[in-house]
């Protein structure tokens, strides 16, 4: 079982563009959802990119039991950078487990101004879904400057890495090694840990590499199709 219950009660979950971060947190939210009893809620507060939003899996994760905050617009044919006044609940209701979909970059986590007041630190988890095949986080000057952005944006600080590197449909776990390289780097000079090493199960047919940082991960696809 993937211990997300020694994680803060607020898990906010960010990452740059094509981090997987979205794919990370569906997956997460439904780890936390078998683990814990009680209630548990997810808010895809991403209002920058349009695609592959945690919003999209509303009606599967409500059958589930977890509970799904976004637009308060609802339709298929809505999108609009609006989010619910419904997310501060389960900040204030401690009888919440929560796990926050924030949107990518600094732009994206504007939208935390809402609920930064109402933050406690000691029950807050920063979250950040690295994927090392991306552009701006392909080296471990890349991940310190996109993380120094998000938190000055979010004003919150980074409590630990997702090393979620992958090819999609091409990953092997020669990546999930070589992401372990940059982040034990940046761990190195950062002080932040690897909580875990995401992957999708159905993907990888060998066998995963011993000693990586952070706990393993397995995910299933939820945000692409079988095309994708």
């Known amino acids: 079982m993937i211990m997300v219950t020694d994680d803060k009660r607020v898990r906010i979950i960010t990452g740059h563009y094509g981090s997987g971060k979205t794919e990370f947190a569906v997956n997460y939210v439904t ?20 695609y592959f939003r945690s919003r999209e899996k509303k009606k599967e994760l409500e059958e589930k039991g977890i509970t799904v905050i976004a637009s308060n617009l609802e339709g298929a044919g809505v999108d609009v950078p609006a989010v619910s006044g419904a997310m501060t609940t389960p900040v204030t209701d401690k009888s919440f487990q929560y796990v926050v979909d924030l949107g990518g970059n600094d732009v994206g986590t504007l939208v935390l101004g809402r609920i930064k ?19 701006n986080t392909s080296t471990p000057e890349g991940v310190i400057e996109q993380m120094e952005n998000l938190e000055v944006a979010a004003g919150l600080k980074v409590t630990g890495f997702i090393n979620n590197t992958n090819l999609v449909r091409e990953t092997t776990a020669s990546c999930l090694s070589e992401g372990d390289a940059i982040l034990r780097e940046v761990t190195k000079r950062t002080g932040i840990p690897v909580k875990y090493v995401s992957y ?29």
Request: proline letters at 7%; aromatic letters at 8%; charged letters at 30%.
């Open 117 to 135: 007041p109402l933050l406690d630190p000691a029950e807050t988890d920063f979250l950040m879904v690295v994927n090392t095949y991306r552009p």
């Open 200 to 228: 999708v199960e159905e993907l990888l047919t060998e066998d995963i590499p011993e000693g990586l940082a952070g706990e393993l991960f397995p995910m299933k696809f939820n945000m692409r199709k079988t095309w994708m």
């Open 31 to 50: 780890a936390l959802r078998e683990s814990v009893e009680g209630k548990v809620a997810i808010a895809d507060l991403d209002i920058v990119n349009v």
